[in-house]
């Protein structure tokens, strides 16, 4: 009997995803539990593995669609097997589909194009946009998910009246500038394509530029008492539970009693609201060869040293392995940036919206300081850099969680009691 293989749901908020390859071709054999595609949820590329033995009779969806989680992407069967039936109950499953979504979405209409349906966007932006000529594909959404809401749309006609256009005699001279600003002939090595995760990047760093006007604070922190605490459990935690303390494991836990203790920190912004929340979940950025991903630790104030060690282990390896979960990077309300293994002393970081805030940590460096009898003495030093939505966030408040965060690096043990 044929198997509809259906885009799987990968993660609790995942609603749709992509075939970024197709590691099998139509006609290609195929066993339960081997992988068959790259799917693209959101920042990564997660290998699928196929429910059922077979061969990969019809493939649905090309390289790059994009579809709901549910609806079918390929069938497995038999050599010989009639599947007909199954191709024409797919067509009648996408036009049921489609008929829902209208019941809750304007109709559109025939001149909207393919590239328009897939954004995300309200009823009223989608006719506000339509009447005023507007590509939707140019504005950054503020609702619920980057879903493009009327206000978007409203303040995007109200900023493009007020911007006057140049003079042709002002065009030409841009023109020309333009020219010579032009790097002489070269020739390509290759080119990137800015799609998947490069992409996805791109536009949340753009939009964060653009929305949130950051402030930077920076100070630097003594850690020769977290060196020394790590030292000291090093041995026995890789003893006792296979797993080894890192700095990084140490800041997390820091950072999560510094956001216990400054809630505004922990918060994410609306027009109409700040929103301080109740559960601490601290990002970690984490390099791949293609971009950047940030796996989450749930709930870092409520757990100790080991369990937080233990998990950052684990999410930075599936990281790696490009087998993160949705669940695994969703939900973050804080992030951490550290780039010290790279030798960078200092950096300022852009926020991950909709958080309001991010911390770039610097190399652990040996520095000369002034001791408490005027005595210069040298010590480890580590730069903090604290990035904040100043729409939410004032330098007094930020200012207050870097110096409570320096209290805890430099008396870690308060954290752990």
Same mark, same amino acid.
């Given at each position: 009997?044929?198997?509809?293989?259906?885009?799987?749901?990968?993660?609790?908020?995942?609603?749709?995803?992509?075939?970024?390859?197709?590691?099998?071709?139509?006609?290609? !054999?195929?066993?339960?539990?081997?992988?068959?595609?790259? $799917?693209?949820?959101?920042?990564?590329?997660?290998? #699928?593995?196929?429910?059922?033995?077979?061969?990969?009779?019809?493939?649905?969806?090309?390289?790059?669609?994009?579809?709901?989680?549910?609806?079918?992407?390929?069938?497995?069967?038999?050599?010989?097997?009639?599947?007909?039936?199954?191709?024409?109950?797919?067509?009648?499953?996408?036009?049921?589909?489609?008929?829902?979504?209208?019941?809750?979405?304007?109709?559109?209409?025939?001149?909207?194009?393919?590239?328009?349906?897939?954004?995300?966007?309200?009823?009223?932006?989608?006719?506000?946009?339509?009447?005023?000529?507007?590509?939707?594909?140019?504005?950054?959404?503020?609702?619920?998910?980057?879903?493009?809401?009327?206000?978007?749309?409203?303040?995007?006609?109200?900023?493009?009246?007020?911007?006057?256009?140049?003079?042709?005699?002002?065009?030409?001279?841009?023109?020309?500038? #333009?020219?010579?600003?032009?790097?002489?002939?070269?020739?390509?090595?290759?080119?990137?394509?800015?799609?998947?995760?490069?992409?996805? /990047?791109?536009?949340?760093?753009?939009?964060?530029?653009?929305?949130?006007?950051?402030?930077?604070?920076?100070?630097?922190?003594?850690?020769?008492?977290?060196?020394?605490?790590?030292?000291?459990?090093?041995?026995?935690?890789?003893?006792?539970?296979?797993?080894?303390?890192?700095?990084?494991?140490?800041?997390?836990?820091?950072?999560?009693?510094?956001?216990?203790?400054?809630?505004?920190?922990?918060?994410?912004?609306?027009?109409?609201? $700040?929103?301080?929340?109740?559960?601490?979940?601290?990002?970690?950025?984490?390099?791949?060869?293609?971009?950047?991903?940030?796996?989450?630790?749930?709930?870092?104030?409520?757990?100790?040293?080991?369990?937080?060690?233990?998990?950052?282990?684990?999410?930075?390896?599936?990281?790696?392995?490009?087998?993160?979960?949705?669940?695994?990077?969703?939900?973050?309300?804080?992030?951490?940036?550290?780039?010290?293994?790279? #030798?960078?002393?200092?950096?300022?970081?852009?926020?991950?919206? !909709?958080?309001?805030?991010?911390?770039?940590?610097?190399?652990?460096?040996?520095?000369?300081?002034?001791?408490?009898?005027?005595?210069?003495?040298?010590?480890?030093?580590?730069?903090?850099?604290?990035?904040?939505?100043?729409?939410? /966030?004032?330098?007094?408040?930020?200012?207050?969680?870097?110096?409570?965060?320096?209290?805890?690096?430099?008396?870690? /043990?308060?954290?752990?009691?």
């Amino acid at each position: 009997m044929a198997t509809i293989v259906t885009m799987p749901k990968l993660g609790t908020t995942m609603t749709e995803g992509s075939i970024t390859k197709w590691l099998k071709k139509e006609g290609d !054999p195929i066993q339960e539990g081997e992988v068959y595609a790259e $799917i693209q949820t959101d920042k990564v590329n997660i290998e #699928d593995e196929a429910p059922a033995s077979g061969i990969l009779r019809k493939i649905l969806v090309k390289e790059g669609e994009t579809v709901h989680i549910g609806e079918p992407i390929a069938i497995i069967a038999d050599e010989n097997e009639d599947i007909s039936q199954y191709l024409s109950g797919k067509k009648e499953k996408i036009e049921v589909k489609e008929t829902e979504q209208k019941t809750q979405e304007e109709k559109p209409s025939a001149e909207e194009t393919g590239p328009l349906r897939k954004i995300k966007a309200s009823p009223a932006a989608r006719r506000i946009a339509k009447e005023n000529n507007i590509d939707l594909s140019k504005l950054i959404g503020t609702g619920p998910g980057g879903r493009i809401v009327e206000k978007d749309v409203t303040s995007y006609i109200e900023r493009t009246k007020s911007e006057s256009v140049p003079p042709e005699r002002e065009v030409e001279q841009a023109k020309q500038i #333009d020219k010579q600003l032009k790097p002489a002939e070269f020739t390509i090595k290759r080119t990137i394509p800015v799609t998947g995760m490069r992409k996805i /990047i791109a536009e949340k760093m753009a939009a964060s530029k653009k929305l949130a006007p950051h402030i930077y604070l920076s100070l630097d922190a003594d850690m020769t008492k977290v060196i020394e605490l790590r030292e000291k459990l090093l041995p026995s935690v890789i003893e006792k539970h296979n797993v080894k303390l890192s700095y990084n494991d140490i800041l997390i836990k820091a950072v999560a009693v510094a956001l216990k203790q400054n809630p505004i920190i922990n918060s994410s912004f609306t027009e109409e609201e $700040i929103i301080l929340k109740e559960e601490i979940n601290i990002g970690l950025a984490v390099a791949l060869d293609d971009g950047l991903i940030v796996p989450v630790i749930k709930n870092a104030d409520r757990k100790g040293l080991i369990e937080i060690a233990k998990e950052t282990s684990e999410l930075i390896a599936k990281a790696r392995d490009r087998k993160l979960l949705p669940d695994d990077y969703y939900g973050g309300t804080f992030t951490i940036s550290n780039l010290g293994m790279y #030798d960078i002393e200092n950096f300022s970081a852009i926020i991950n919206q !909709p958080e309001t805030a991010i911390l770039a940590v610097g190399k652990m460096m040996k520095k000369p300081v002034a001791a408490e009898n005027d005595e210069i003495v040298v010590k480890p030093m580590m730069n903090l850099t604290l990035s904040c939505d100043h729409r939410a /966030i004032d330098g007094t408040a930020g200012a207050k969680f870097l110096q409570n965060l320096k209290q805890i690096l430099e008396e870690p /043990i308060n954290m752990i009691l």
